[in-house]
């Protein structure tokens, strides 16, 4: 779904669904995992951290088929079409980070799980600020170069 994704959407057209990926994704994956949440404490006597990865399992939905029977229906284009894929964008978007954050549930310490998301903060943006400085300024440089050459 990612790849097809990728290769369907551009920066101008994801930039007009945010409302869609970030209002009604972050509205349907709050809500559900909330919900799901305050079942599995209250009813299932569920611990914190045993609800919380419940909750957020059970919110997600499998892009793949959604998309396929959107498409199959022909209502991918439908305003609830949109909605949906909307929805099944920022599903995938939220599930690395909680790859990331759900086994860090497990610590228990507060300080420890923050301090956690602080350095991984810290080590992407030293890893990624040279690829994208880099990108920036390096290569239209070296484009630039390679244009005005003549050669192709």
Excluded at 12 to 30: C, E, P, S, Y
Excluded at 59 to 64: F, G, I, T
Excluded at 69 to 78: A, F, N, W
Excluded at 96 to 123: C, D, E, R, T, Y
């Amino acid at each position: 779904f990612l790849c097809e994704m990728g290769l369907e959407l551009s920066f101008d057209r994801l930039k007009n669904m945010r409302r869609n990926v970030f209002g009604l994704g972050t509205a349907q994956f709050a809500v559900t995992s909330g919900v799901i949440y305050l079942f599995a404490r209250m009813v299932l006597g569920f611990n914190a951290v045993q609800a919380c990865i419940l909750g957020t399992a059970l919110s997600l939905s499998s892009s793949v088929f959604a998309l396929q029977i959107l498409d199959e229906s022909k209502e991918r284009g439908t305003i609830q079409g949109r909605s949906a894929f909307g929805i099944l964008l920022f599903q995938d978007l939220v599930v690395p980070f909680l790859l990331v954050l759900l086994p860090m549930l497990n610590a228990g310490n507060s300080s420890a799980i923050l301090a956690a998301v602080k350095n991984a903060g810290v080590n992407a943006l030293l890893a990624l600020s040279p690829i994208l400085l880099g990108g920036r300024f390096l290569l239209s440089k070296a484009f630039g170069f390679v244009a005005a050459s003549g050669n192709t």
